[in-house]
Structure formats: C-alpha cells, structure tokens
C-alpha cells in the first residue's frame, strides 16, 4: 500500500474527534464510583476504554506521529473544558436554583480528577501507541490483536498507576484503591479483547479505505515532537 503521512484524512478526523469526547466523557464519569455486585469501579470504565481502541487504530493505520498529534488533542481538548467547568463553578448561582450543590461535587472535584487524569492519560496514551508501532515493525504487521491487547496492558497500566493514587488518594482506604487500580486494569483489557473482532474489521477497513498501512520506521518517538504528522 502507498503511504500517505502528509495530509488528515477524514477518517482520522472523525477518529480524532471520538477520541476528545471519550476523553472529556470519562473525566465527567470518573466522578461516581459505581458498585457491580462485590466491585467497584468508575463510572468512566463504560468509555475511557474506547479511547485507547481508537489509539490503536489510529497508530496502526496512520503511525505514532499522527496518533501523537491526536493525544496532543485529547489533553488540550480536556483541559479546556475543566477550565470551562472551572469558570461555571466559580459564577454566583441563581437563588431559586436548586442543584449547584451537585454541580459543585461534579465539577468541583474534576479539577483533581483532571489533573490526575491527564497526567496519566498523556503518559499511558504515548506508551500505549508507542507499543503498538515498535511491535508492529518488529512483527512485519503481524499478530495485530496482540500488539492491540499488549499495548493496552502496558498503556492502561501506567495510567492506572498514576491515575488513581492523585485522583482518589486520601478518599478511600489503600486497600481499596489497590483493587480498584486492578480491577480497572484487568477490565479495561478484556474490553479490549471483546471488542477485537469489530476493532479488526475497522482496521482493515479504513487501511483499504485510505489506501495507508504506516510503518514507523527512523521516526522520533518524542512525545512534544507534535509538528511532524
């Protein structure tokens, strides 16, 4: 296949822009810790995993430096609207208004849960697709699911280490955030491993769609280095 690295494609676009908004989503969501039946776990479990499917995709048809420009995104995109919710929270509500004590709890606490989580996302995303482009070379383009469950477990993994300790620490005992750090790890993986049939079919069809299959071979795997696309 040619490859085409200079210019945006629609496709990653709208992959791109999926991406922000699982990102932005799950922040909101990391809020409430749900219980399903002897666990528990954030509410964000039901989207934040969607965002590292589409890093793999997006850095399996379009390479590390495109996913890199796409991860650069996320953050900005999550830090704008924390700030947003920031300037909201700040604003005198309305006397007759009956829920600015649940608005508060939600995005008052989002600040921490931002900075925790975009800390950890900046840092689980670059391994994550990192992962998936030196194994994709290494493999000849092989074994695409293993590259894709591996990756997970190492991205998710550092973000869970960093993630839950700044977000949560302090507010449940130690214990419970080490099962939860787990729990979410080992979940998020084996939502990676069910939804594999469908990731396999979007791969193969946006590759033969764009007419791309990058290999990233002699790039820079600097994560700042977000000019070169």
Known sequence: MKEKTSHVSVAYMLMG???????IASNLLETK???LGSYSMTAGFIVFPISYILNDCIAEVWGYKKARLVIWMGFAMNFFVVALGGIACALPAAPFWEGEEAFQFVFGLAPRIAVASLAAFLVGSFINAMIMSKMKITSKGRHFSWRAILSTLGGEGADSLIF???????LMPGSELLKLMILQVSAKTLYE????????RVVNYVKKA?????????ISYNPFKVREI
């Open 17 to 23: 822009i999926l991406f922000c908004v699982c990102l």
């Open 33 to 35: 810790i749900v219980q």
């Open 164 to 170: 839950f300790p700044l977000a949560f620490g302090g």
């Open 193 to 200: 491993v069910v939804a594999l049939p469908l990731t396999i």
């Open 210 to 218: 764009e007419g791309t299959d990058v290999y990233d071979e002699h």
